[in-house]
Nanobody, 115 residues
Framework: QVQLVESGGGNVQPGESLRLSCAAS????????MGWYRQAPGNQREMVAR???????IYTDSVKGRFTISRVPRTNTVYLQMNNVKPEDTAIYYC?????????WGQGTQVTISS
C-alpha cells in the first residue's frame, strides 16, 4: 500500500506562482514513478506532469515552460512548481504514484486562479 499526501493548493492571481508537494509513504523500498493530474469541473482528469523512477519528466502541452515537476533526490517526495499560472489551470490537483502495477491517488488539493 502507498499513501499520498498533497499540500500547497490555494487561491492565486493569474501570473503568480504556486508550489504543490506530494509525499508518498507506506511499504516502499524504491523510487516510484509519480505524477500530477488535474480535474476541472465538467472535465475529465488529465495528466499534467510525470516523473519516472529514473527522473525523466513529461508534461502536457498546456503547461510546458510554465510548470516543473521535481523530486527530492532518492525519495518519493515530488513537487509541482507552477509559474505564470492562468485561469484555465484552475482545478483539483491529484498526486499519483505507480507501484507493482497498482495506481495510487492522493486526496487532491484545490488550485484556483482568479483575479
Amino acid at each position: 500500500q502507498v499513501q499520498l499526501v498533497e499540500s500547497g493548493g490555494g487561491n492565486v492571481q493569474p501570473g503568480e506562482s504556486l508550489r504543490l508537494s506530494c509525499a508518498a509513504s507506506g511499504r516502499i523500498s524504491t523510487t516510484l514513478t509519480m505524477g500530477w493530474y488535474r480535474q476541472a469541473p465538467g472535465n475529465q482528469r488529465e495528466m499534467v506532469a510525470r516523473i519516472s523512477n529514473g527522473d525523466d519528466t513529461i508534461y502536457t502541452d498546456s503547461v510546458k515552460g510554465r510548470f516543473t515537476i521535481s523530486r527530492v533526490p532518492r525519495t518519493n517526495t515530488v513537487y509541482l512548481q507552477m509559474n505564470n499560472v492562468k485561469p484555465e489551470d484552475t482545478a483539483i490537483y491529484y498526486c499519483n504514484a505507480l507501484k507493482d502495477g497498482n495506481t495510487y491517488w492522493g486526496q487532491g488539493t484545490q488550485v484556483t486562479i482568479s483575479s
